[in-house]
């Protein structure tokens, strides 16, 4: 079955960034290469094989409005799954827990 807008009640509506996401895309961790496109919210999902510091999984983005790349913004997950609600134009790969899935909202 294809697509119907006349299904959809958000079809008619504004993108914006109060807007709920369309769908989830999968995040590869990378250093330097931006998001594309850039995703409005995170979902974290650490499993009981990732390793953990003080009980949490931690890893750092780039929101979408740092002034650069290198001003981070550090993120800190217990176990099970978890929504940010903060937008992101890069995941770090630098420090990014083995196991840990981050899913993004677009």
Do not use: E, K
Not at 48 to 74: E, H, K, R, Y
Not at 86 to 103: K, M, N, S, Y
């Amino acid at each position: 079955m294809t697509y119907s807008a006349d299904r959809d009640p958000f079809a008619r509506n504004a993108v914006s960034a109060a807007a709920p996401g369309r769908r989830l895309v999968t995040i590869t961790p990378h250093d330097t290469n931006q998001l594309n496109p850039y995703v409005r919210a995170l979902r974290v999902t650490v499993p009981s094989t990732v390793a953990l510091t003080n009980g949490l999984a931690t890893f750092s983005i780039v929101d979408i409005d740092a002034p650069d790349d290198a001003t981070l913004t550090p993120i800190s997950v217990a176990p099970g799954v978890c929504d940010i609600p903060i937008g992101a134009r890069l995941v770090r790969a630098t420090g990014f827990p083995a196991g840990l899935i981050v899913q993004g909202y677009v």
